[in-house]
């Protein structure tokens, strides 16, 4: 008997025009983008957080407080840094405003929306938001973690044959990832699934990739950490990724971006960032302050640069 193909990943590089890389993500589920991130910027990450890591607890089974998705849901010997955000944020930021990131992010979750408002038609094309950004530090002996789909944080049914999702996934590799090491398993094509269908283990690819390259990923796809199998000492024994997921912009944040983020770091970041972390309103209106955008409230210096952006675009749309 012929034992069926191995299910694998397409793996392409940053430079694939947007529209390719999303329309495999769509067609798959998942997709590997190699050199996402150049050794440089990784080795600098990797510098960066090796300070949070080194004191940050692993995890227990059986000892978590995040139990929505069970107990169990998270992978043992795991470090996870959370609220990445607020204390890497020169290198979140990076991965945030990259072009690949925000197109891939856009193009699966952005709504297009038309109502009327008296007699006038109102068109909206909602966007995306960082849905929480953490880091992980997976080390030998980690026990690999259940399948499971993202956007059941947003309460949302998988529908049979749909391409809808709540949101997107993306982790950034810092270190080689390997089937030994516990490369994140995927399954392919299970975001078209009925949510009656059990995954099975040997549906799954595991998502090998090098360092700085970047797996996204449907919010209804099956997938789940890689058990690391690796004997402490050995080359890449360790496996560190950079998850930075995206929601799109009318929904409830999996992090909140705005209290793991000190203000004080918040007033320093990119207006790019903060509209992506939340800062301002959704493009339907969502998020306000007394009807304006946060940054306004607060008082932050970037809220000049928003409101002159918002000028230039309603009068392009005028004219």
């Not at 590997?32 to 940050?56: H, K, Q, R, Y």
């Not at 952006?309 to 009068?315: E, G, P, Y």
Request: net charge negative.
């Amino acid at each position: 008997m012929v034992s069926p193909p191995t299910p694998q990943l397409t793996t392409l590089p940053a430079t694939t025009p947007i529209e390719e890389l999303v329309a495999v993500i769509k067609r798959d589920g998942g997709l590997i983008v190699s050199g996402f991130l150049t050794p440089e910027e990784v080795e600098a990450a990797n510098a960066a957080s090796a300070p949070f890591f080194d004191v940050t607890a692993a995890t227990q089974v059986k000892n978590q407080d995040l139990v929505e998705m069970g107990v169990d849901f998270h992978a043992s010997n795991t470090k996870h840094l959370r609220g990445m955000l607020g204390k890497l944020p020169e290198h979140v930021s990076k991965i945030v405003m990259h072009p690949v990131w925000n197109g891939i992010m856009h193009e699966i979750l952005k709504t297009r929306v038309e109502a009327y408002v008296g007699e006038d038609l109102l068109v909206t094309e909602t966007s995306h938001i960082i849905s929480l950004a953490v880091g992980f530090n997976v080390g030998p002996g980690a026990n690999d973690q259940v399948l499971h789909r993202d956007q059941t944080i947003h309460s949302v049914n998988a529908q049979e044959g749909s391409l809808y999702t709540s949101d997107v996934g993306c982790l950034v590799a810092g270190t080689r990832s390997t089937k030994k090491n516990g490369a994140t398993r995927v399954v392919p094509g299970s975001h078209l699934w009925s949510p009656k269908r059990i995954p099975k283990v040997e549906e799954a690819a595991s998502a090998e990739m090098e360092a700085g390259s970047a797996m996204f990923w449907f919010g209804s796809t099956y997938h789940g950490a890689g058990a690391n199998t690796c004997t402490p000492g050995e080359e890449n024994d360790r496996r560190i990724l950079y998850g930075v997921f995206g929601c799109q912009d009318f929904l409830r944040q999996e992090e909140n971006q705005q209290l793991v983020c000190p203000e004080e770091v918040a007033r320093t970041l990119p207006l790019e960032v903060l509209k992506r972390g939340g800062w301002t309103k959704g493009a339907g209106g969502c998020g306000f302050v007394d009807a304006r955008d946060p940054i306004h409230a607060l008082g932050f210096p970037q809220h000049a640069a928003n409101k002159a952006l918002k000028a230039a675009a309603a009068a392009a749309v005028k004219a």
